[in-house]
């Protein structure tokens, strides 16, 4: 559990809030409980290594304000749009004997251990967190789900993971799908043809079709064609006669 040193704020101005920023102090609210509302501030250095983990918002703090030590948990955290920076922070008071609602971030171990994903399975995450209703003096860091033994078709469900006492998922009316172990993807590549089977289209495509053949048969008869009106329209060249005419009788 980390522990975190708060200052109380009276002025809760825009101006006053700017101000805090600029020391290097994150202005807060701590609600919930019997107790009244509590304007805070919280050191960026003390804070900063934990705020950006995905177990944050879930995480259970203690806040030493001025002496006094309370368990909380952050409940909401806004950002800068510009710098990213954290500019403001709801915490809630834990009440024992309480149950909250929280987002509970899920972890997957022993991936080595796993036959599915060493034949080249695909670990499909259906969920990253897990909605839970729990007591407010056990809440899980984690949700941890074990992938050893895991083949491919296995579908990890919420009823496979062991939770504590009391710790029950939001979602009651079904068991559903946390991960799946998937078959690998492969794309298979067209295949080449054979240099045989290549040759041999080539030479298929050098010959040609019948209408082809017929056309180049026809181009030849109408040559021919052709070459027998020519010569049937020539006319015999015109004899010289040697041979002289007879007399005419008188």
């Not at 708060?6 to 994150?26: F, P």
């Not at 941890?144 to 993971?161: N, P």
Request: proline letters at 6%; charged letters at 35%; a neutral charge.
């Amino acid at each position: 559990m980390s522990n975190l040193k708060a200052i109380k704020r009276e002025n809760t101005s825009s101006g006053s809030n700017n101000k805090l920023r600029s020391e290097g102090l994150i202005p807060a609210i701590l609600y919930g409980g019997k107790d009244s509302n509590q304007n805070i501030s919280i050191q960026m250095k003390e804070i900063k290594n934990i705020i950006n983990s995905d177990t944050f918002l879930s995480k259970v703090l203690e806040l030493d304000i001025d002496g006094k030590k309370e368990k909380v948990i952050p409940r909401d955290v806004a950002f800068n749009v510009v710098s990213e920076e954290p500019i403001h922070i709801d915490f809630m008071r834990i009440v024992a004997g309480k149950k909250i609602i929280l987002e509970i971030p899920v972890k997957f171990i022993n991936h080595p251990d796993s036959p599915g994903l060493k034949r080249g399975g695909v670990l499909n995450i259906v969920r990253r967190k897990v909605e839970l209703k729990c007591p407010a003096e056990k809440i899980p860091d984690e949700i941890v789900v074990d992938l050893a033994g895991t083949d491919i078709g296995t579908s990890i469900k919420i009823s496979s993971v062991k939770l504590e006492q009391n710790v029950v998922p939001t979602i009651s009316d079904r068991d559903f799908v946390i991960a799946t172990v998937a078959s690998p993807t492969v794309i298979k590549e067209p295949e080449k043809p054979v240099e045989g089977e290549a040759s041999a289209e080539g030479a298929e495509g050098d010959t040609p079709t019948e209408g082809a053949e017929a056309a180049a048969k026809d181009g030849d008869g109408t040559k021919k064609d052709d070459k027998s009106k020519e010569s049937g329209n020539k006319k015999p060249d015109d004899k010289k006669s040697t041979e002289k005419k007879p007399a005419e009788k008188k």
